[in-house]
């Protein structure tokens, strides 16, 4: 079974330019979840969709958004960049329904370097 | 908000030993997760506990879910040089979902 894959692993931009990552879930799981990775703030979460709905959104600006398309393949967005978004951004795909919140799937990343 | 505070930050540690963490919360959690991140991945998930006092292994891992539902510690027996990696708790920011809150983290270290 295929895991969690997200593109591209590593991408370098300057401040003030947008960026799109791409993640695809495991086949069959329908929740899409984007996590932000950095030294000085550890894994915070960024926003939850399922079936093509944004489901739950963490406290981060307007400039980070997202989508998810019918396949539940997801795609996030950060427009305008700043030094500070540099970071590992890490999607995670669960299984809906059931009690076991929380067994979420990680793909390895994506790297944004901000400069 | 909800926070979850790991102990240690850090360990260094010789092979074979074993090593313990913990995580503690103001709030409580109805769901623990213990996930493993090595370099360059993304976290696997370990253990996920479900119930108050509930106390699962896995392989060489034991981790429990606190009776106060505030706290959840992992322990490592007989320590091996893959075991190298950071270490999070997670709970669920809201049920069913797939918002966590993570801890900051227990970076671990073993020396052969």
């Known amino acids: 079974k295929a895991g969690v894959t997200q593109t591209p692993r590593y991408l370098i931009k300057t401040r003030g330019q947008q960026v799109t990552l791409s993640c695809s879930p495991i086949?069959?799981?329908?929740?899409v979840s984007w996590y932000q990775q950095t030294p000085g703030q550890g894994l915070q979460f960024l926003f939850e969709?399922?079936?093509?709905?944004?489901?739950n959104k963490g406290n981060f600006p307007g400039r980070f958004s997202g989508r998810q398309f019918s396949n539940s393949r997801s795609e996030m967005n950060v427009s305008t960049l700043e030094l500070g978004d540099s970071a590992l951004y890490l999607c995670?795909?669960?299984?809906?329904?059931?009690?076991?919140?929380?067994?979420?799937?990680f793909g390895e990343g994506s790297r944004l370097t901000v400069l | 908000g909800q926070q979850l505070n790991q102990s240690p930050q850090s360990m260094f540690i010789q092979e074979g030993e074993d090593v313990s963490m913990n995580c503690t919360s103001s709030?409580?959690?109805?769901?623990w997760l213990w996930y493993k991140q090595d370099p360059g991945e993304g976290p696997v998930l370990l253990i996920a506990l479900y119930k108050a006092g509930e106390l699962t292994s896995n392989g060489r891992l034991t981790a429990q879910f606190g009776i106060t539902r505030k706290d959840s510690f992992l322990n490592i027996s007989a320590s091996i040089p893959s075991d190298v990696g950071i270490y999070f708790c997670?709970?669920?920011?809201?049920?069913?979902?797939?918002?966590?809150?993570f801890g900051q983290g227990t970076t671990l270290q073993v020396k052969p």
């Open positions: 969709y399922f079936s093509e709905t944004q489901r």
């Open positions: 995670a795909s669960s299984l809906q329904g059931g009690s076991r919140t929380g067994e979420l799937f």
């Open positions: 709030s409580i959690f109805n769901t």
């Open positions: 086949s069959g799981h329908r929740s």
């Open positions: 997670a709970g669920p920011g809201s049920s069913n979902t797939g918002k966590l809150i």
